[in-house]
């Protein structure tokens, strides 16, 4: 049974630039959640797809934003990076929304430079 | 809001012993708690899934318990062995329409051979 599936593993961007990037739940998994993860900070939650609809949304500005596709895989982008958006991504996959429990990705280390 | 605190941030021990990592959450209306384990760089690895209604579960040499009227929780590690160091975190869902994770800053074990 293959994992949760993170794309690309790793990115270098410029300040200014946008970046998207992908995530594949588990087979029959509906629901995919974006967790950002940073030294100062720890681990934060980001948004939470079911089903190709937004159920929850982190406390982060405009610029971090998601989807969801019919197949269940999400895409989450980043417009007008900046050095501070330098983090881990992380993405989880649950059946129903963690009433299960979560599996997460290898994450995308993303670097803003 | 609920918050999720991890002591001792971190921990040296000689291989064979056994040892206590804690967590504790202020909100005892939760779903489920977590416990993970992260190797540097990498992604999350679930180890235990203790939902609210239980007061233990165990794999291998892991034990936890989840004490929810005192919001605590414990993951017991025997014997145990090099391979064990990582960063573990707790990581609680909340109830409540919000389904997100919350974080542990985590407590990073070192066993020394």
């Known amino acids: 049974k293959a994992g949760v599936t993170q794309t690309p593993r790793y990115l270098i961007k410029t300040r200014g630039q946008q970046v998207t990037l992908s995530c594949s739940p588990i087979?029959?998994?509906?629901?995919v959640s974006w967790y950002q993860q940073t030294p100062g900070q720890g681990l934060q939650f980001l948004f939470e797809?079911?089903?190709?609809?937004?159920?929850n949304k982190g406390n982060f500005p405009g610029r971090f934003s998601g989807r969801q596709f019919s197949n269940s895989r999400s895409e989450m982008n980043v417009s007008t990076l900046e050095l501070g958006d330098s983090a881990l991504y992380l993405c989880?996959?649950?059946?129903?929304?963690?009433?299960?429990?979560?599996?997460f990705g290898s994450g995308t280390r993303l670097t803003v430079v | 809001k609920q918050e999720v605190t991890q002591i001792p941030a971190a921990l040296s021990v000689p291989e064979g012993e056994n040892l206590v990592l804690n967590c504790s959450f202020t909100?005892?209306?939760?779903?489920?708690l977590q416990w993970f384990r992260q190797d540097p760089g990498k992604g999350l690895t679930s180890l235990l899934l203790?939902?609210?209604?239980?007061r233990e579960q165990t794999s291998g040499r892991l034990n936890a318990s989840l004490d929810k009227s005192s919001g605590r929780s414990t993951l017991y590690i025997a014997a145990s062995q090099p391979g064990d160091s990582a960063t573990y975190l707790c990581?609680?869902?909340?109830?409540?329409?919000?389904?997100?994770?919350?974080f542990g800053s985590g407590t990073q074990l070192t066993v020394l051979p």
């Open positions: 989880a996959s649950s059946y129903s929304g963690g009433h299960y429990g979560y599996t």
């Open positions: 087979s029959g998994h509906r629901s």
């Open positions: 797809y079911f089903s190709e609809t937004q159920r």
């Open positions: 909100d005892s209306a939760i779903y489920n």
């Open positions: 203790i939902q609210s209604s239980q």
């Open positions: 990581a609680v869902l909340s109830s409540g329409s919000a389904r997100q994770l919350t």
